[in-house]
């Protein structure tokens, strides 16, 4: 057993936008916290870096729903922290066929949850977007203000920054090889890096994002079907005279279409090869679908029902070790209110007012696809 390692309240293991808002978060509340970080903080290898997230209360999901409408009270909260801004506000504009599941269900939880919108048909669409924006005669458009645009390596900055400023010790070129537990129930962990450096920790949040199925594999035994995915973000040019027709302060929204392809954006565009045609007909040629002017590469780290894991690791690890993973290529904008529910659980073994039950690890024991969806 290592007796001179360093002794901290929090561990936090991942140094992406989930683990840094979590050291915020736990930092804030007066914890000793030490954030590790494998490469250099800010590095591009991950999830979390690059120039646009988007934000949309549009959910299929309440449980989301809710974590979003928490996140932007967050945003706005360490924004005012920190003294400059990372989120932007915009209207959010869902489209898809009349007879799509997932818009009908979208539609349903904006009435349930009482968010102001409209749903529009074609030719109110092209009136609302003056033409910028163009949806075949058998689809519809949700249109509401709960959206908006995140710069990510910005808003991880900001939370490194202010966990800081909370007296957090941030190291990168640290990765974690070993989180072994000490002692009886609830005496905490040991995690030692890749260099030999070890730090004790009353409790261990572990956000490694596409790392995480081996990190926990290694350290637990436990199988997460958390699998990394390679994925590329493409970033398109609007023709000179439009530009400033797609402009976020021109009233451009962000959008999610949830026609074939499924595509989420502003200003950013995924699969390039399937979405020329797309861009051509939604934006009225005036946007160059050509090529995109620049590709950068991301991960994904997805889970067969593409819905969070928040929980505790249990085991031999008891309450001492939570792990935050699979978010599945839509978790930034609730970064916030991941990060708060991942210091309540490390520090009190449960969260405020969320039902963990849709994030629960063991939910793909009984069912390895995990939750059951309806649409
Ligand atoms: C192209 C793309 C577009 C997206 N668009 C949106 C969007 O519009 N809206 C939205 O809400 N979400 C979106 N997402 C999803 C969102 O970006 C991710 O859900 C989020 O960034 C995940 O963050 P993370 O902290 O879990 O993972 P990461 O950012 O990958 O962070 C994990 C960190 O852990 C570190 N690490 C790993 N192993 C170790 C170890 N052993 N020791 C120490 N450190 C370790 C890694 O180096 C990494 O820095 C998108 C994702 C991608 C890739």
Same mark, same amino acid.
């Given at each position: 057993?290592?007796?001179?390692? $360093?002794?901290?309240?929090?561990?936090?293991?991942?140094?992406?936008?989930?683990?840094?808002?979590?050291?915020?978060? @736990?930092?804030?509340?007066? $914890?000793?916290?030490?954030?590790?970080?494998?490469?250099?903080?800010?590095?591009?290898?991950?999830?979390?870096?690059?120039?646009?997230?988007?934000?949309?209360? @549009?959910?299929?999901?309440?449980?989301?729903?809710?974590?979003?409408?928490?996140?932007?009270?967050?945003?706005?909260?360490?924004?005012?922290?920190?003294?400059?801004?990372?989120?932007?506000?915009?209207?959010?504009?869902?489209?898809?066929?009349?007879?799509?599941?997932?818009?009908?269900?979208?539609?349903?939880?904006?009435?349930?949850?009482?968010?102001?919108?409209?749903?529009?048909?074609?030719?109110?669409?092209?009136? %609302?977007?003056?033409?910028?924006? %163009?949806?075949?005669?058998?689809?519809?458009?949700?249109?509401?203000?709960?959206?908006?645009?995140?710069?990510?390596?910005?808003?991880? +900055?900001?939370?490194?920054?202010?966990?800081?400023?909370?007296?957090?010790?941030?190291?990168?070129?640290?990765?974690?090889?070993?989180?072994?537990?000490? *002692?009886?129930?609830?005496?905490?962990?040991?995690?030692?890096?890749?260099?030999?450096? +070890?730090?004790?920790?009353?409790?261990?949040?572990?956000?490694?994002?596409?790392? @995480?199925?081996?990190?926990?594999?290694?350290?637990? *035994?436990?199988?997460?079907?958390?699998?990394?995915?390679?994925?590329?973000?493409?970033?398109?040019?609007?023709?000179?005279?439009?530009?400033?027709?797609?402009?976020?302060?021109?009233?451009?929204?962000?959008?999610?279409?949830?026609?074939?392809?499924?595509?989420?954006?502003?200003?950013?565009?995924?699969?390039?090869?399937?979405?020329?045609?797309?861009?051509?007909?939604?934006?009225?040629?005036?946007?160059?679908? +050509?090529?995109?002017?620049?590709?950068?590469?991301?991960?994904?780290?997805?889970?067969?029902?593409?819905?969070?894991?928040?929980?505790?690791? *249990?085991?031999?690890?008891?309450?001492?070790?939570?792990?935050?993973?699979?978010? +599945?290529?839509?978790?930034?904008?609730?970064?916030?209110?991941?990060?708060?529910?991942?210091?309540?659980?490390?520090?009190?073994?449960?969260?405020?007012?969320?039902?963990?039950?849709?994030?629960?690890?063991?939910?793909?024991?009984?069912?390895?696809?995990?939750?059951?969806?309806?649409?």
């Amino acid at each position: 057993m290592e007796y001179s390692a $360093q002794q901290f309240d929090i561990i936090v293991i991942g140094a992406g936008v989930m683990g840094s808002s979590t050291a915020y978060q @736990t930092s804030k509340r007066g $914890q000793k916290t030490l954030l590790l970080e494998q490469y250099d903080f800010l590095h591009h290898l991950g999830s979390s870096h690059g120039e646009s997230r988007t934000i949309r209360a @549009t959910y299929p999901d309440d449980y989301y729903t809710d974590l979003v409408l928490d996140s932007y009270a967050l945003w706005e909260q360490a924004q005012s922290e920190i003294g400059y801004k990372v989120y932007y506000k915009a209207h959010q504009f869902d489209m898809g066929p009349s007879d799509s599941e997932s818009l009908k269900a979208i539609i349903a939880i904006c009435r349930k949850k009482s968010l102001p919108h409209r749903v529009l048909n074609s030719q109110q669409v092209a009136q %609302q977007f003056s033409g910028r924006i %163009q949806i075949p005669e058998n689809w519809v458009g949700l249109y509401l203000d709960k959206g908006g645009v995140i710069k990510p390596s910005k808003a991880v +900055s900001m939370f490194q920054t202010l966990a800081l400023k909370n007296g957090a010790v941030l190291k990168d070129n640290s990765e974690v090889k070993e989180i072994k537990k000490t *002692g009886g129930e609830n005496d905490g962990v040991l995690v030692v890096t890749a260099s030999g450096e +070890s730090f004790r920790g009353k409790k261990c949040v572990v956000t490694v994002g596409a790392w @995480t199925r081996k990190l926990v594999k290694r350290v637990s *035994g436990v199988e997460l079907p958390i699998q990394p995915l390679e994925t590329t973000v493409s970033y398109w040019r609007i023709k000179e005279e439009h530009v400033s027709d797609y402009a976020i302060d021109n009233g451009f929204p962000s959008f999610a279409s949830y026609g074939d392809p499924c595509i989420y954006g502003t200003p950013s565009f995924e699969y390039p090869g399937l979405i020329k045609e797309w861009i051509e007909e939604r934006f009225s040629g005036r946007v160059d679908s +050509s090529e995109p002017v620049m590709t950068q590469l991301c991960m994904y780290s997805m889970t067969p029902d593409e819905d969070f894991v928040l929980d505790l690791l *249990g085991g031999e690890f008891g309450k001492d070790v939570v792990v935050g993973g699979g978010f +599945s290529g839509h978790g930034f904008k609730m970064a916030p209110a991941v990060g708060t529910l991942l210091a309540d659980l490390a520090l009190t073994g449960e969260t405020k007012g969320l039902d963990l039950e849709y994030f629960r690890i063991g939910r793909f024991s009984d069912n390895p696809k995990g939750n059951v969806k309806h649409y």
